[in-house]
């Protein structure tokens, strides 16, 4: 049975890209004056990781890894991996020509030095016969894809400039995007390991996985509530420093998985906007 489109794109999962966008006021402390701009660099970045979860899937398919996973692209598109990589090449073709129209319009170019490069290592991550994601540099490539290249560049397209903030937002959600991979990884140990795929949770065991994912989760509240202590109102520190601890407890006592460290992460994100713009 073929499954729903729907099934398959998991809406969830692009919060991973939309954090990110979000997180540039909460941890700038301030208005952004290019909130088209900002959503419109959102969106295209929310386009290239639909590319890049369909490339992710058709090589899963191709290599031998996931072929038991039901929502699968390669299956929507009738167990056919080129129609999924025709698939994801269109989605990249917009969210590239969607970012580029951007950056020609506020005069920003030059931030292609930065993106590109990224733009590049996501395709890499599932190019070829040994792609990126199969070999131990997989977990580091998402970490500078989503740190420095998905919040560095959202940053500079909203019109800050770089600084402390920005640094302590590229910590934050390059760990955050780690922590959700490595949140998916331990339930795919064997099928990984006879794919040869040199994952995390294939070189050290699901334990460990499951523990540095929560440490990768602690990673991504403490620079946004270092900023936040700094930079907010007493009130929204407390709320924000609380709302970490609450979090941060229910990760370490619970089954990871990456429902919950993107529920955890929205809820965090969420409320530090809503109780900085309230008082602001």
């Given at each position: 049975m073929t499954?729903g489109?729907h099934?398959?794109?998991n809406p969830?999962?692009y919060?991973v890209?939309i954090?990110p966008?979000l997180?540039?006021p909460?941890?700038a402390?301030?208005p952004?004056?290019n909130?088209?701009?900002?959503f419109?660099a959102t969106f295209?970045?929310?386009l290239?990781?639909?590319?890049i979860?369909?490339?992710?899937?058709?090589a899963d398919?191709?290599l031998?890894a996931d072929?038991e996973?039901y929502?699968s692209?390669?299956?929507?598109?009738g167990?056919?991996?080129?129609s999924?990589v025709?698939?994801g090449a269109?989605?990249l073709?917009l969210?590239?020509?969607?970012?580029l129209?951007?950056?020609w319009?506020?005069?920003?170019v030059?931030i292609?030095?930065?993106?590109?490069?990224?733009v590049?290592?996501g395709?890499l991550y599932n190019?070829g016969?040994?792609?990126?994601?199969?070999?131990y540099l997989?977990?580091?490539?998402?970490?500078?894809?989503?740190?420095p290249?998905?919040f560095?560049c959202?940053?500079?397209?909203?019109g800050?400039?770089?600084g402390?903030a920005m640094?302590a937002g590229?910590?934050a959600f390059?760990?955050l995007?780690?922590?959700?991979?490595?949140?998916?990884?331990?339930?795919q140990?064997a099928?990984?390991?006879?794919?040869?795929k040199q994952?995390?949770?294939?070189?050290?065991?699901a334990?460990?996985?499951v523990?540095t994912a929560r440490?990768?989760?602690a990673?991504?509240?403490?620079?946004?509530?270092?900023?936040?202590?700094?930079?907010?109102?007493p009130?929204?520190a407390?709320?924000?420093?609380?709302?970490?601890?609450?979090?941060l407890?229910?990760?370490?006592?619970s089954?990871?998985?990456?429902?919950?460290?993107l529920?955890?992460a929205?809820?965090?994100v969420?409320v530090?906007?809503?109780i900085t713009g309230?008082?602001?």
């Open positions: 499954p489109w099934r398959a794109l969830p999962i919060l890209s954090l966008g997180g540039v909460l941890l402390q301030a952004v004056e909130t088209g701009g900002l419109l295209a970045v929310v290239l990781q639909h590319a979860n369909l490339f992710n899937d058709a398919w191709r031998g072929v996973k929502d692209w390669v299956r929507v598109h167990e056919r991996p080129k999924a025709l698939h269109l989605s073709l969210g590239g020509l969607l970012g129209a951007l950056l319009e506020q005069d920003q030059w292609l030095l930065i993106a590109l490069p990224m590049g290592l395709y190019a016969t040994k792609p990126l994601s199969y070999t997989g977990e580091w490539v998402t970490g500078i894809c989503y740190g290249g998905v560095g959202l940053w500079l397209v909203a800050f400039e770089a402390g640094v590229m910590v390059g760990a995007a780690v922590a959700l991979l490595l949140s998916h990884q331990p339930p140990i099928t990984d390991r006879r794919a040869g994952s995390f949770a294939v070189r050290f065991g334990a460990r996985t523990f440490l990768l989760f990673v991504f509240v403490g620079p946004v509530c270092a900023i936040i202590f700094t930079t907010a109102l009130v929204v407390y709320v924000s420093g609380l709302l970490a601890l609450v979090l407890t229910s990760v370490a006592r089954t990871v998985n990456p429902k919950q460290i529920l955890a929205t809820a965090f969420t530090g906007i809503l309230f008082f602001a």
